[in-house]
Structure formats: structure tokens, C-alpha cells
């Protein structure tokens, strides 16, 4: 079966400071990956996905950053952290669209990664 | 543009009760429809989906979901709540021309607290 791991599972940060966020999966290759955050514990926004090793598409500009160095690894980065950018960061996996019948889109989210910046 | 409503922010329901979360959808072409539910400081669990079939669906913990082409909607059903399933609740629909991406559009949340 398919699992997804994130770490750290808290992390207290200082503005200004560099964040790395990490999350594998196993189980499955070839998958698409996701980064959300969710702010004040309800709605989710879509930060970046991926389709493959090295594509990385980013859907809201902001200083933060996104890498897959392997195809089961998905990285959340940031030189310099803001207060704002204190939320709970989710990873995602789904399998890639197979067929326009829309088989396996669901997406399978990690335990989250809760990130105070003070 | 495509996009989810969730109509109540919360919900509140007796143990033993019938549930009923609800959610609309605006989407151009079929629609691809899921559930999840997040407890507190926890990840997203999938509990069901729509595709294409049966407009009841049926998923995990007892829930199920009837879809309604007519009136573009996909309420979130449990024939007898527990305390256990008090939660934060999300509908979403998969992008339409979404391609390999697989993106979904994910409502704000509705709160369900079930009263013991």
C-alpha cells in the first residue's frame, strides 16, 4: 500500500530564517505531487505541483519555493521566511491522469507539517 | 470558471441524527466530485468520489453522497451520526482540462459538530 510521510511535524522558525519542508512517498512511482497550506485551519491553497522529476509548476508567486530532486520526494523551501507564511503545509500524491475517464484522481494527503514563524 | 461552494460553515447535528453537508459545484464538462474530512492538526482523509455512475455513492465510515446533475450538487450524507465524526468537511471538483495535473478545487469547509 501507499504511504506518505511529511517532516518536520512542527517547527517554530524565526522571521528571516530558511525553511525546508520534506515529504516521501512510497508505495507508488510515478506520482503527481502537491504542496498546500492551510491557514487558520480552514481553507486550502494549492502553493505548487508536480508532474515529474525537475517540473515544477507554481500557482500563487511568493517567496516560497518548491524542488523534486527524485521522483518520490517533494521539497518546500524559502531563503528567508515571513510572518505570514506561518500555516499548515500539507502534501499530496495522486496518480497520474491516466485516461480522460478520470480514473484514480483523487489525491492522498501526508500528516501535515504545522510552521509558526515568530 | 470552475469552482466549489460549501454553504454552511458549520453544522450542527444530535448523536444518532441524519447528516447532511452540503455542496454545489460550477464546472464546464463532467464533473469530478470527492469528500474528505480533516480532524485537528491532522492531513486530509478521501472518503468518497464521484465519477461517473450510480449518483449515490457510497465511501468510508458509513458516508455517502448523492449527486444531482440537475441542481449541480453533491451533499455529504451519514444516515445516523456519532460524536467521532465531529470534523471539518471538504468538497472538490477536479479541473476539468486539468490534463496529467490532476488539480482540485477544494471548497472553503463546513464544520461538523455532532452533540452528544
Known amino acids: 500500500s501507499q504511504t506518505i510521510h511529511q517532516w518536520p511535524a512542527t517547527l517554530v522558525q524565526p522571521v528571516g530564517s530558511p525553511l525546508s519542508l520534506e515529504c516521501t512517498v512510497e508505495?507508488?512511482?510515478?506520482?503527481?505531487l502537491y504542496w498546500y497550506r492551510q491557514a487558520a485551519g480552514r481553507g486550502l491553497q494549492l502553493l505548487f505541483y508536480s508532474v515529474g522529476i525537475g517540473q515544477i509548476s507554481s500557482e500563487v508567486p511568493q517567496n516560497l519555493s518548491a524542488s523534486r530532486p527524485q521522483d518520490r520526494q517533494f521539497i518546500l523551501s524559502s531563503k528567508k521566511l515571513l510572518l505570514s507564511d506561518s500555516g499548515f503545509y500539507l502534501c499530496?500524491?495522486?496518480?497520474?491522469?491516466?485516461?480522460?475517464?478520470?480514473?484514480?484522481?483523487?489525491?492522498?494527503f501526508g500528516p501535515g507539517t504545522r510552521l509558526t514563524v515568530l | 470558471a470552475q469552482s466549489v461552494a460549501q454553504p454552511e460553515d458549520q453544522v450542527n447535528v444530535a448523536e444518532g441524527n441524519p447528516l447532511t453537508v452540503k455542496c454545489t459545484y460550477s464546472v464546464s464538462g463532467n464533473p469530478y466530485l470527492f469528500w474528505y474530512v480533516q480532524y485537528p492538526n491532522r492531513g486530509l482523509q478521501f472518503l468518497l468520489k464521484y465519477i461517473t455512475g450510480d449518483n449515490l455513492v457510497k465511501g468510508s465510515y458509513g458516508f455517502e453522497a448523492e449527486f444531482n446533475k440537475s441542481q449541480t450538487s453533491f451533499h455529504l450524507k451519514k444516515p445516523s451520526a456519532l460524536v467521532s465524526d465531529s470534523a471539518l468537511y471538504f468538497c472538490?471538483?477536479?479541473?476539468?482540462?486539468?490534463?496529467?495535473?490532476?488539480?482540485?478545487?477544494f471548497g472553503t469547509g463546513t464544520l461538523l459538530a455532532v452533540q452528544p
Open positions: 508505495g507508488t512511482s510515478n506520482p503527481n
Open positions: 472538490a471538483v477536479r479541473e476539468s482540462w486539468g490534463g496529467a495535473t490532476n488539480k482540485l478545487i
Open positions: 499530496a500524491w495522486s496518480v497520474r491522469h491516466k485516461t480522460l475517464a478520470g480514473v484514480d484522481n483523487e489525491q492522498f
